[in-house]
């Protein structure tokens, strides 16, 4: 087979596995998706930027790691996710210049999240033993929660949905025993829904309560970015690596459409063009592998997120009149974990791993579009080689998840006036059961 058609087929393979499952909001810091490597989730992806999972999807966290595969090598991973969201507690109450009334409607949705299949697909050929090229599809952001159309804090948000389908060309290249260089280039396509009631008794007609509007915002646009990285082993069998992401702009653009108002109103509030700016956070990462015999393993790893970059929601509509701005001040945040593994035999290597991945938004900004809290992450995994070709990883993941809570006041200033007092309780959790297959040749 030919290098070009090699690189077609892959091509295509590849593209079947772009991520069309609607993950949940709460899987990792902000909307981010780390489900991108089952090799690497055995060890809570303590390593991954050096390469320690020992498989081409290491390059999802750094391109540099494609100098570690040999020859040809196609990697499939399908990663299911279970998760619970459960709102517990919920209040709503109008401001109290509008009397500060309860708001009617369902105060308890039960779980807002949604269970979700997340696939992604690799592949690198080696045109030497110095230069390798590759090919990635993943989903490396995304999030679902649903409260339905009558719960009480629908003036807050009733459906948000966020999915990206990534491709990623990437080169690297060894440019001496110790040190190897990769790149690539993020090609990004992001689809976006947003559905929120408005009080429209209050606003048009003087009477809170007696007529909602649901407006369903809908948009998508292409973006690109890039990937960086370096692979560094001053000794054999030690790595270090080193990785960024960049930040990816969009311009989401599309509709915003309106139900709930009578026959004789519609005309007031037509289906328009609407936008919204969205940039999904750069990444820089740091992680270390080291061989401490022939069977035993140890790694950690260091990610920051530049989640400041999300300081606001901002829905641009043709009139200007119905635009709306959500404050959202998130934080940056540091993911850190530790792993481990252990050659049981030459076919078969057992994987463990913790992990901390801080939260990025405070109590005052919380909203239950994205209600994210710190999570603690506990994994083990377990890789077998079924022949030279063939090898096949498992893992499962607990991520444990504290008491999240929302408390957002309305005095009827600022952007985000007369949408109510709201204050809610969250349990959550997820678990995270994952496999993938491994051809090489």
């Given at each position: 087979?030919?290098?070009?058609?090699?690189?077609?087929?892959?091509?295509?393979?590849?593209?079947?596995?772009?991520?069309?499952?609607?993950?949940?909001?709460?899987?990792?810091?902000?909307?981010?998706?780390?489900?991108?490597?089952?090799?690497g989730q055995g060890t809570a992806y303590a390593g991954v930027t050096a390469g320690g999972n020992g498989d081409a999807s290491a390059m999802f966290y750094n391109p540099a790691t494609?100098?570690?595969?040999?020859?040809?090598?196609?990697?499939?991973?399908a990663s299911g996710i279970l998760v619970k969201s459960k709102v517990e507690d919920a209040r709503s109450t109008r401001a109290a210049r509008l009397g500060g009334t309860a708001i009617a409607g369902n105060s308890s949705p039960g779980d807002i999240a949604q269970d979700a299949i997340i696939p992604a697909g690799y592949?690198?050929?080696?045109?030497?033993?110095?230069?390798?090229?590759?090919?990635?599809?993943?989903?490396?952001?995304?999030?679902?929660?649903?409260?339905?159309?009558?719960?009480?804090?629908?003036?807050?948000?009733?459906?948000?949905?966020?999915?990206?389908?990534?491709?990623t060309p990437t080169v690297s290249y060894r440019i001496n025993p110790m040190i190897t260089l990769g790149g690539g280039v993020q090609i990004q396509y992001a689809k976006a829904k947003l559905s929120q009631a408005s009080d429209f008794g209050a606003s048009r007609l003087g009477r809170p309560g007696a007529l909602d509007v649901t407006s369903d915002v809908t948009g998508d646009d292409w973006g690109w970015g890039f990937t960086l990285g370096a692979l560094i082993e001053?000794?054999?069998?030690?790595?270090?690596?080193?990785?960024?992401?960049?930040?990816?702009?969009?311009r989401l653009t599309g509709n915003i459409s309106f139900t709930g108002l009578p026959a004789a109103?519609?005309?007031?509030?037509?289906?328009?063009?609407?936008?919204?700016?969205?940039?999904?956070?750069?990444?820089?990462s740091i992680g270390l592998y080291h061989e401490v015999n022939d069977r035993w393993a140890v790694m950690a790893d260091v990610q920051w997120t530049n989640w400041s970059r999300f300081k606001e929601l901002r829905v641009n509509i043709a009139n200007p009149a119905l635009s709306s701005l959500t404050e959202e001040h998130w934080k940056d945040t540091w993911y850190y974990a530790l792993g481990t593994s252990y050659k049981v035999t030459d076919d078969l290597t057992?994987?463990?791993?913790?992990?901390?991945?801080?939260?990025?938004?405070?109590v005052d900004y919380r909203t239950p579009r994205i209600p994210e809290q710190n999570r603690y992450w506990l994994s083990v995994g377990a890789g077998y080689k079924v022949t030279e070709s063939l090898h096949v990883d498992a893992a499962y993941s607990h991520v444990f998840i504290p008491k999240t809570s929302i408390?957002?006041?309305?005095?009827?200033?600022?952007?985000?006036?007369?949408?109510?007092n709201l204050s809610a309780n969250y349990k959550s959790s997820i678990d995270i059961i994952g496999l993938q297959a491994r051809l090489s040749f």
């Open positions: 087979m030919t290098l070009r058609l090699r690189l077609l087929t892959a091509a295509a393979a590849i593209a079947l596995t772009a991520p069309v499952a609607a993950p949940s909001s709460v899987l990792a810091a902000g909307f981010a998706l780390k489900e991108q490597s089952v090799s494609m100098g570690l595969v040999s020859g040809t090598q196609f990697v499939q991973t592949f690198v050929y080696s045109i030497n033993d110095d230069l390798k090229v590759g090919l990635s599809a993943n989903g490396p952001w995304g999030l679902v929660t649903d409260y339905g159309d009558n719960w009480i804090g629908r003036y807050h948000g009733i459906r948000s949905d966020l999915k990206t389908y990534n491709f001053p000794v054999k069998g030690t790595r270090v690596g080193l990785a960024y992401r960049s930040a990816v702009k969009h109103l519609a005309p007031l509030l037509p289906t328009q063009s609407a936008n919204a700016d969205l940039t999904t956070p750069d990444i820089a057992l994987r463990g791993g913790v992990a901390f991945d801080k939260g990025s938004v405070d408390a957002l006041t309305d005095d009827l200033t600022g952007p985000e006036a007369g949408r109510g």
